[in-house]
């Protein structure tokens, strides 16, 4: 059994938990959290399983490196903290622990990172013998394996367009909601996630990625936008009030442009409520789905909708994310200690998964 830690029990985190309770190869061995009233409670409760795990939260991170866990999920945000997620990731790699993370958009592929980031990861690699995937839903399968694999389906192909197409009413990160994408906003006023080259720091180490895994090369990366504001007051059942006249919908495209042509898309249609931008892509049912649309012949569409924690669309995303994370860390153990991308880990069956039994 490989002992396993998670680090952070918040979206991503108390999916990680369940995820590696599942998984017949890991054991939870510890979990680390940042709010003091979580210290001491037991894994089980923090992440919604209906049984006690046998684990106490802590926030000693030095005690639970000290106890040399071989795999660490890292489900701590780095949105708005990327320096110290990289910094907690490099302690962790020093360590000598494969780490698995949504964290880090940088490093989605590696190859294309800047030094600044990629080198300390790699020495921390060198000096302790541990390995860092970096992998999550969108960015993540929703536009690596998922796009690739439906490719290979094609007798030609002419565009791959990956979309998601979510109401952000359900999602449960109000700050990353109002401010970092601009719902409520003014229509004047500029979310950090949709400034200009923002998405492509993002989503373009997906166009790279896809690029080198169909053999084609990027002349360069392209961004898109539109916005709309809402045309009428809406409260949300977790977030409260967004008023009339404030950004309501957001649609923009990270392209990846192959001899003068969109070739390879990223889009995202995110909306507060469904009355908003009614003419956009949306969900064939439900609050949210992945799209991936094979323009050739044939034409190829599939749609993805995950769910977890009672029916939610967001929840069930991340839960996908960390189930490609999860199931990555047997592979990684029995790998020499590197940095991964998506094309060197395979997407494998739920080997002893299919109806376990648990406490």
């Avoid at 013998?129 to 030609?156: A, E, H, I, K, R």
Wanted: hydrophobic share 40%; glycine share 10%.
């Amino acid at each position: 059994m490989i002992s396993t830690t998670v680090w952070g029990t918040g979206n991503v985190g108390r999916a990680a938990i369940r995820a590696v309770e599942a998984h017949p190869a890991l054991r939870l061995t510890s979990v680390l959290v940042h709010n003091p009233d979580k210290v001491g409670r037991d894994a089980g409760e923090l992440s919604g399983l209906d049984y006690q795990v046998g684990v106490a939260a802590t926030d000693d991170i030095d005690a639970v490196l000290a106890t040399h866990p071989r795999a660490i999920v890292y489900a701590a945000s780095g949105d708005i903290r990327p320096d110290d997620a990289l910094a907690d990731i490099v302690r962790a790699l020093r360590a000598g622990a494969i780490v698995v993370t949504p964290a880090l958009y940088a490093l989605y592929d590696p190859r294309n990172a800047s030094a600044d980031i990629r080198d300390p990861v790699l020495a921390a690699i060198a000096e302790g013998g541990g390995s860092l995937f970096v992998s999550g839903v969108d960015p993540g399968w929703g536009n690596d394996v998922l796009p690739l694999l439906l490719s290979g389906l094609g007798g030609t192909v002419d565009v791959i367009r990956c979309q998601e197409i979510f109401d952000y009413a359900t999602y449960d990160q109000p700050d990353s909601v109002r401010y970092l994408v601009g719902m409520g906003q003014p229509m004047d006023y500029q979310p950090p996630m949709l400034a200009p080259t923002v998405p492509t720091m993002v989503w373009g180490g997906q166009i790279r990625l896809m690029a080198r895994a169909l053999g084609v090369e990027i002349d360069e990366i392209r961004e898109t936008l539109e916005r709309r504001q809402l045309e009428t007051t809406i409260t949300t059942p977790s977030m409260g009030e967004f008023v009339a006249g404030t950004q309501g919908a957001v649609r923009f495209e990270v392209q990846g442009i192959v001899e003068g042509e969109p070739r390879i898309i990223i889009e995202h249609v995110t909306r507060i409520h469904a009355s908003c931008a009614p003419d956009w892509p949306a969900p064939a049912d439900g609050d949210g789905a992945h799209r991936v649309i094979i323009e050739g012949r044939p034409r190829i569409e599939v749609t993805i909708e995950a769910s977890d924690e009672n029916g939610n669309r967001a929840a069930g995303g991340n839960a996908t994310a960390v189930g490609r994370l999860v199931s990555a860390i047997d592979w990684l153990a029995a790998a020499e200690p590197g940095l991964y991308d998506a094309l060197d880990i395979p997407l494998r069956p739920a080997v002893g998964k299919l109806g376990r039994k648990h406490p």
